[in-house]
Every structure is written in C-alpha cells, then in structure tokens.
C-alpha cells in the first residue's frame, strides 16, 4: 500500500543529484575580468591576439589568473578590480578600436561543473550593481523625418513621369507640430497627372485638390493610422539599434525593453564605466554624404541668392560650403564602418561598407562626377529640455559639420574611407555608431540611476538572511508541530531550495531582489501540502484508521486540493511574467518554479521518505505525528 517502486525512487534521487550539481556553482565566487571580442564581423581574435596580450600584461608587471580563447573572445581573470582596471587600459590603448575590452564578472567555477555546463545564475542590476537608463524617443521627429523623405521622394515620381510642378514643401501645422505637404502646378491639368502619379506611388499618402488664387496645389499628409505605426516602428528601431551599442560594451545579460509608448529601459548589470555607457547610448550621431555646388558662387549664398537646389553647411573651422540638398548617401547605408588611419596623412579615418542599394548610389554617383568635389556631413542629433512658463518643453538640436571636401580621384562604391575628424577617439566613437545602426528618432536619457556592488552586495546579504530566517523559522514549526513528520518535511523544503536554485542556474536566468522575495514566498508556501497532507492524516487516524491506511488516504485525498490552490497560484504568476516588467517577471519566475518543485517535492519526495521509513512494517502502531 506505501511501497514506492523502485523506478520512482531512482527517478527522486537522480532529480536530487542532477539539483545539486547545477546549484553548485552558485557557490563559487566572481573574479573580476576582461573580456576581448571582435569589434566588427571582418575581425577575429586567435591565438596571436592571446599571445599579443599576454605579453603586454607581463611586461606591464599586471598578474592574472588565467587567460582563455574560446568561441572567439579572451576572457582574463584578475585577483583584485584595480588590476582588472589597469588591464583593460593597457590592452585597449594597445589593441585599439578593432576589439572590444569589456569589464566583467566571471564565476569562478571549477572545470569540472563547466564541463557540465553547470554555471550559476546571473544576477540582476539591484544585486551585481550597475546602471539603470530610462530614456524616452522623440517620436514626433520620426513623423518629421517621414515627412522629408516623402518631400524629397515626391520630387523623384514626378520628374520621372515627366508632372511639371512648381515648388514642393513641407508646411508645418498648428498645433500638433504634424504637417502637410505642398505640391504646387501651374494648371489643372498638371494637377491632374500629379495626383494620378502620387496615388498610384503612395497610395498610404492622404490627398487633396486645391486651388488657391490662381495657383493649383495637391496637400499631401501622412494618415493618422500611418503616423502611429511610424512613432511604434521608430521605438522598435531605436530599441535594435540600442542593443546593437549595448553589445558593443561587452555587457553580459542586459536588458533593453519598451516601457509605455514612447520610453525604453536600459539596464546594464555589472557595468563598471557609466559614463561610457551613457555616451555611447545617449549620441546620434550619422554621416552624410553630398555633391558641392560648383556651378554657384557661395558669396552669393550667404548674401541671400541660396540657388533652390542647394543649401549653405559650415566647416568646423566656420568656412562656409555650398551643398546639393539631394543626398547620395547616408549613414542609413552603412552595413559596417572601422576606424583607422588614412594611408596618406596618418590622419584619423573611418573605413565605411555600404549596402546594395547605397554602393549602386555610390557608384554611379562617383562614375558621373569624376574630378569634382564631394563632402561629407558629420551630423550629431541632441535633445534639450528646457523650462518655458514654468512648463519643461523639448527641443532637437542638430548639429551639422562638415568634415570632408574631396575631389573624386576614382569611381568608388561599396567601401572607402571618411576622414577629417579631430580625433582617433572620434573615429572610433563614429565607426561603433555606425555598425550599431542609425537611430530611426532622437532620443534623451530622462533618468539615469548607477547601483554600485557594495549596494547589491548588501542586497544579497540581506536577502539571503530573509531567506535563512524564513526557513529556519519554518523548519522549527514543522518540527515541533508534525514531529517526524516535520522533520521529513523539512528535508523536503531544503530539496526544494536546491532544486528552485539549479532550475534557475540551467535556465540562467536573472535573480533578482524581487526574485528573492518569490523564493522567500516559496519557503512559506512550500510546507503548505503538507499540512494539508499531514492535517489528513491525523484526521484518518482520528477516525480510527489504521497508521497504513491513514498514510495512504491523507496523500490520496489532500492531492486535489493541494492542486486547485498551486494551479491558481501557477496561473497568477504566469499573468504577473506576461504582462510585467523587469522587477515583476523576475518575482513572477522564482514563484513558478517554486511551485512546481514545492508540489514535486511535498507530494513525491514526502512520501517517498515515509515509504521508506514505514512502508515496510507490517504492525505498525502509532505514527510520530
């Protein structure tokens, strides 16, 4: 009757070995650490690099703990963090922009549990320490970037139908800061040809016949459905493209997540270099590339005769140049970009790969215009808030260099090089802009809060003494309550434990203090079957039940209801992990995980141990209960 199989006994003790090996790991330690990895898809790290490295090291006098080339990166272990710090100096001075040199914090797990692929869990940025970025896009730019393509693309459709019009122009509206489109002809009929054109490009485009005066107009605007998907594409957009530059620094486990609808969190747990981070994730910055105006006098320009075709730039010395307004290409082109050194003057340079569509563009481009000057437009995009009447209202500062005059020496397309920049940190600055991908809106660092170790050390240690206090608070009442049966309940709480860390550590997922209050949780609902189990049982034998039998009935009869209350908590938790964020979802897995072990372990592994112990006696008695 209260005989296990012996299949089932192997399946609880292999489960029980399996738990303790993958939790572990979580026992060991972090060695602070470098670790070094391509910086774009053309470099690799092999043995040389290593070796190149460890040279440096010795003769920097800098020890470390070990040095490993796996899977295309280096990752060296250093006893204490100022020797991590004065490491990745020196490696990344020498190594320059190719590698990333990132900070780390890397378990010290001996070879025997990596063999296993047993590793602990990561933590979060409230126990490792980190940065915390909100940061909000200015969707209302991305409408007003849409607008100006779709200004430059209706010039395009009609000239190649051969629809004379007049003027094209953005005009801002009241109010929403949206605008229309205006397309002037000089007849109806032109009018006509123009919207038969424009409807059957842009049929997304909402058009409407006027006339005004004597002069005909098409008023062309984005629909007000179209705007919604551009502001939720341009959030999308920004939210790769952060990912892209979070890579870049090399850290592991971050998160990047839209919060509302218009903001994205970045969280970057063991960062040590905040400012770099805030750097590199708060800047737009992109290149242009433009035709001179050689055939008009910029003198004439500035006195206020700008020809229609072309707009005034300064250099960064002030002189000013006359551009084309058309673009041949920008940096959303660009499918890679390294920085380097021009060959010729040793200045700092930007080696740039263009996609398909941009060396075709290219190409032809430099093929039509050989010996003439070509420029390229550093543009930096910056987001201002500033107080008016008592009320913060945000501005988009854009700043527009030119760097670069060139004449085309040659025909050209899908890779060349950028130079005119100040600096090899600005080369290499632009160059990670670059592979990370152009920004689809401006965007600005709202809030920005730096969590360090010592915090999270003390969280860890505060949330492991709540942990503690729990289960030895538990452990007592079930002793002096259930007696024997407490005891063998409460190894069953500490399998739970073990199992609830080793799912976490092979999920690797990210524990949290909101993690640890779901463990803590756990611990207290974890004896809950059983005390239902037990409470049964005494009841059986109240009845006048034999101890077998009452055994037998208490775990038969109290399974429903154990499974009604963790099913509705299950499906609680499994709401909490759909619909929350960050802080929530973490609680919301060590709660699920918690209930699936704790009804493994209070109904199988329970009885299990009371098979064993009173299974096998024919005449038993009485029951330490």
């Not at 949206?178 to 002809?185: E, H, Q, V």
């Not at 509302?260 to 994730?281: E, F, H, S, T």
């Not at 040659?410 to 592979?435: I, K, P, V, Y």
Request: glycine share 8%; charged share 20%; hydrophobic share 45%.
């Amino acid at each position: 009757m209260n005989v296990y199989p012996l299949w089932k006994y192997l399946m609880i003790i292999t489960l029980l070995v399996l738990g303790t090996l993958y939790a572990i790991p979580n026992l060991y330690s972090k060695d602070p650490s470098v670790q070094i990895s391509p910086s774009y898809y053309k470099v690799t790290v092999d043995i040389a690099i290593l070796e190149k490295v460890e040279a440096l090291l010795k003769k920097k006098s800098l020890n470390y703990k070990s040095a490993v080339l796996r899977d295309s990166k280096i990752l060296l272990r250093f006893d204490d963090n100022e020797t991590q710090l004065n490491a990745r100096d020196a490696i990344s001075q020498s190594l320059g922009e190719k590698y990333n040199v990132a900070l780390n914090l890397v378990a010290n797990t001996p070879a025997f549990f990596v063999s296993l692929n047993a590793a602990p869990m990561y933590l979060g940025l409230d126990l490792q320490g980190g940065v915390h970025f909100l940061i909000e896009v200015d969707t209302d730019e991305a409408i007003v970037k849409a607008e100006q393509r779709y200004v430059g693309d209706l010039r395009g459709i009609l000239r190649k139908d051969k629809v004379r019009y007049r003027t094209i122009l953005r005009k801002p509206a009241k109010g929403d800061g949206r605008a229309t489109i205006d397309i002037k002809f000089k007849n109806s009929e032109e009018q006509g040809k123009g919207l038969a054109t424009i409807a059957r490009e842009y049929p997304g485009l909402k058009l409407v016949e006027e006339k005004r005066g004597k002069e005909f107009f098409i008023v062309a605007s984005i629909k007000a459905s179209d705007i919604a998907d551009i502001q939720k594409f341009a959030v999308q957009q920004n939210i790769t493209t952060l990912r892209n530059r979070v890579n870049q620094l090399g850290v592991a486990e971050p998160i990047v997540q839209q919060q509302g609808v218009n903001r994205i969190v970045v969280q970057l747990p063991g960062i040590q270099d905040p400012n770099k981070a805030r750097k590199i994730l708060g800047k737009a910055a992109t290149l242009e590339y433009r035709a001179v105006d050689t055939k008009n006098s910029v003198q004439e320009a500035l006195q206020g005769r700008v020809p229609a075709g072309s707009r005034i730039y300064y250099e960064r010395n002030g002189n000013p140049v006359l551009l084309k307004k058309r673009l041949i290409v920008t940096g959303d082109n660009v499918v890679d970009a390294s920085s380097g050194f021009d060959n010729q003057t040793g200045s700092p340079a930007v080696y740039v790969s263009l996609d398909s569509k941009g060396a075709r563009r290219m190409g032809n481009f430099t093929r039509e215009n050989l010996q003439k000057p070509m420029a390229v437009v550093f543009i930096e995009t910056k987001t201002r808030t500033t107080i008016v009447d008592g009320k913060p209202k945000k501005r988009t500062i854009k700043d527009e260099k030119v760097i670069s005059v060139a004449t085309i020496q040659g025909t050209f397309s899908s890779r060349f090089q950028t130079t005119g920049l100040d600096s090899t940190e600005e080369s290499a600055e632009l160059a990670l802009l670059l592979r990370a991908g152009a920004l689809a809106a401006p965007i600005e660092i709202v809030e920005e809060r730096t969590i360090g170790p010592s915090l999270g050390k003390d969280s860890i240690e505060q949330g492991f003494r709540s942990v503690i206090l729990g289960f030895i608070l538990v452990l007592a009442f079930m002793a002096i309550w259930y007696r024997g049966f407490g005891i063998v309940a409460n190894l069953a709480l500490l399998v739970n434990l073990v199992l609830i860390v080793a799912l976490l550590s092979m999920l690797q997922a990210t524990l949290t203090l909101p993690g640890i209050a779901g463990i803590v949780l756990t611990v207290g609902m974890a004896v809950d079957a059983n005390v239902l189990i037990f409470e049964r049982i005494r009841e059986e034998l109240r009845l006048g039940n034999s101890p077998q039998a009452s055994i037998a009935a208490g775990y038969e009869k109290a399974l429903s209801t154990i499974a009604d209350a963790n099913i509705t908590t299950l499906l609680a938790a499994i709401v909490l992990f759909t619909f929350g964020t960050g802080p929530v979802k973490g609680f919301a897995v060590t709660l699920s995980l918690g209930i699936v072990t704790s009804m493994f372990t209070a109904i199988m592994g329970t009885r299990a141990v009371v098979n064993l112990v009173y299974g096998g006696r024919k005449r038993l008695k009485k029951l330490s209960i």
